[in-house]
């Protein structure tokens, strides 16, 4: 396997480091936007790039439904067809899939679902999955997975446990076979920790996924419903054993407050839908905790920005009062400008928490961010 991790530095537990991918090298620690639909909904490709933007995530299941992988494949790929010229990263579709788990159904070989959009049937298989990602061009795959509820009883997580690790061996041996022969660069394909929160479940995950030797480590199965203490205590048990060469992802996560306690345990990516979902329910991120625009408090604060410290266009240029005021008006613009807000706090947290690694200052300034948040 081609080295595509380098280690420029850490603090305790804490990474920074580089990671090489066919459309360009992350930094990282780096935050992965949801773009769902082949798009972050509300924000073009130029604002989230001024937002410090560096990776975004896709869905395959939708992608794959609406337009169509054929489709994307004609258009040379999804960074084309997005006109997105950065890293791009897909899903498996296995995480959707199971969150509809009422029109589908989970067998060793993969996994039968029926199509919320227009009701057709459709076969799931690890190798479907590989394939469907290579046509739409990812520079970072995941392999397809059985992600399970919380709470889950043993015996399920178990089971759980043992179709990922068949499902991720098939994905490799795909993959490989797919490339065998190929002269472009690969993307990487990224293994998933399941196990819940039973700790020797992950254990064993961890190591019969390791066994294949993927290009990095997600775990998944996470931000489902746990307490988050057992969110902490999953994520900092598997980045313990995990290898210390490879890129790890916690899957679906999260706060700005989980995000920064698994940085401390050494997690180098995330993803989450969470700073887009909630600036279009009008709650906002600042330095000082999050604020919710819709109350009444805010309608004449015409003389201050969202946050005093924040560089963002909307911090820059409106008012707390503005904001509230297209809220209650319904305007389209306030879902935009709150998204936009959002991801340049984001953007701005996953670049000092690095910084801050690399000037050894990350614990200090970790325990103070989580005072305030």
């Known amino acids: 396997m081609d080295k595509n991790f380098f280690l420029e530095r850490k603090e305790n537990e804490a990474r920074a480091g580089i990671l090489t991918t066919p459309h360009g090298d992350l930094a990282t620690p780096f935050f992965m936007p949801v773009a769902t639909q082949a798009a972050v909904r509300g924000l073009a490709p130029d604002q989230l790039i001024q937002a410090g933007v560096t990776c975004l995530i896709c869905n395959t299941y939708h992608i794959y439904l609406r337009p169509g992988d054929a489709i994307i494949e004609k258009a040379g790929g999804l960074h084309r067809f997005m006109s997105w010229n950065y890293p791009l990263a897909t899903d498996s579709g296995g995480f959707q899939i199971f969150s509809l788990k009422s029109i589908s159904q989970i067998h060793e070989n993969g996994i039968r679902f029926q199509s919320h959009v227009d009701g057709s049937q459709h076969a799931w298989t690890p190798e479907k999955a590989v394939e469907v990602q290579i046509k739409l061009g990812a520079d970072i795959m995941m392999v397809l997975d059985y992600c399970i509820s919380y709470p889950s009883s043993y015996a399920a997580v178990e089971k759980a446990v043992a179709l990922t690790t068949l499902w991720a061996g098939r994905c490799q041996n795909h993959f490989h076979s797919y490339y065998k022969n190929q002269s472009k660069k690969k993307p990487l394909l990224f293994g998933i920790v399941q196990g819940g929160i039973f700790q020797d479940l992950r254990e064993r995950s961890l190591h019969e996924i390791e066994s294949f030797d993927f290009a990095g480590y997600a775990i998944g199965g996470l931000s489902v419903g746990e307490p988050q203490e057992e969110l902490i205590r999953i994520t900092e048990s598997c980045t313990r054993q995990l290898n210390a060469e490879k890129p790890r992802y916690l899957m679906g996560v999260g706060s700005p407050e989980d995000i920064l306690h698994a940085i401390g ?39 201050r920005p ?14 707390r009062g503005y904001l509230r005021h297209l809220f209650i008006t319904g305007e389209i613009l306030g879902l935009q400008l709150a998204s936009l807000h959002n991801l340049y706090f984001y953007m701005a947290l996953l670049r000092t928490a690095r910084e801050k690694i690399l000037s050894k200052q990350f614990s200090q300034w970790k325990k103070n961010m989580l005072s305030k948040l």
């Open 306 to 319: 969202i946050d005093a410290g924040c560089a963002c266009p909307v911090c820059q240029n409106f008012s």
């Open 265 to 303: 345990s050494g997690v180098d990516m995330f993803d989450c839908v969470l700073p887009t979902r909630n600036a279009r329910n009008g709650t906002l991120f600042t330095s000082e905790g999050r604020l919710n625009i819709h109350n009444q408090q805010f309608s004449g604060d015409v003389d």
